[in-house]
T-cell receptor, first 115, second 109 residues
Framework: EPEVTQTPSHQVTQMGQEVILRCVPISNHLYFYWYRQILGQKVEFLVSFYNNEISEKSEIFDDQFSVERPDGSNFTLKIRSTKLEDSAMYFC?????????????FGEGSWLTVV | QKEVEQNSGPLSVPEGAIASLNCTYSDRGSQSFFWYRQYSGKSPELIMSIYSNGDKEDGRFTAQLNKASQYVSLLIRDSQPSDSATYLC?????????FGTGTRLLVSP
């Protein structure tokens, strides 16, 4: 069964360092998402991406964050200068028709620890 | 701010009982509603989707939707200890899903 894959599964980084989280969405999907979940809290939307551009972003997704689809298969989330409060599980998700009337599937997540 | 509200629980039920999980949402324009299950430290896993008012059954799971009341529920029949997890209600809002905080379900043997 096709699945969304994410790497790394766990990364520890120094505060102020740049981090890139990688995702390979399901191959025929066109809509891509990043969500995050701080330990013990709810799953929060960061950004949605369609047709090689951001379609919606949340207040959390400020200038330190960026997304890219560099090669037609990978979908990356870059955090430019990490802060302690960026420590969270980051989930990539993909869907073939967007969320209205259709399902999105989540990867296993990348656990980011900023120290 | 579009909100999805769930009781955080825990909801404790004995094995074999029916577990009833509830969710309300604020965005009247929402058309798609989802229940995800999340085990500790794992990613959300889709259980059910529902788009029309009424009931939708899939095995031991039944999702119920009432758009007039802005209310979604999930019933789990014959609850098993393996059903112990956090159940997330998610509602579409334009180009994203908005999640509730989740209800923690504990099924005791």
């Amino acid at each position: 069964e096709p699945e969304v894959t994410q790497t790394p599964s766990h990364q520890v980084t120094q505060m102020g360092q740049e981090v890139i989280l990688r995702c390979v969405p399901i191959s025929n999907h066109l809509y891509f998402y990043w969500y995050r979940q701080i330990l013990g809290q709810k799953v929060e939307f960061l950004v949605s991406f369609y047709n090689n551009e951001i379609s919606e972003k949340s207040e959390i997704f400020d200038d330190q964050f960026s997304v890219e689809r560099p090669d037609g298969s990978n979908f990356t989330l870059k955090i430019r200068s990490t802060k302690l409060e960026d420590s969270a599980m980051y989930f990539c998700a993909s869907g073939d028709q967007g969320v209205s009337g259709n399902t999105i599937y989540f990867g296993e997540g990348s656990w980011l620890t900023v120290v | 701010q579009k909100e999805v509200e769930q009781n955080s629980g825990p909801l404790s039920v004995p094995e074999g009982a029916i577990a009833s999980l509830n969710c309300t949402y604020s965005d009247r324009g929402s058309q798609s509603f989802f229940w995800y299950r999340q085990y500790s430290g794992k990613s959300p896993e889709l259980i059910m989707s529902i788009y029309s008012n009424g009931d939708k059954e899939d095995g031991r799971f039944t999702a119920q939707l009432n758009k007039a009341s802005q209310y979604v529920s999930l019933l789990i029949r014959d609850s098993q200890p393996s059903d112990s997890a956090t159940y997330l209600c998610a509602v579409n809002s334009i180009q994203k899903l908005v999640f509730g905080t989740g209800t923690r379900l504990l099924v005791s043997p």
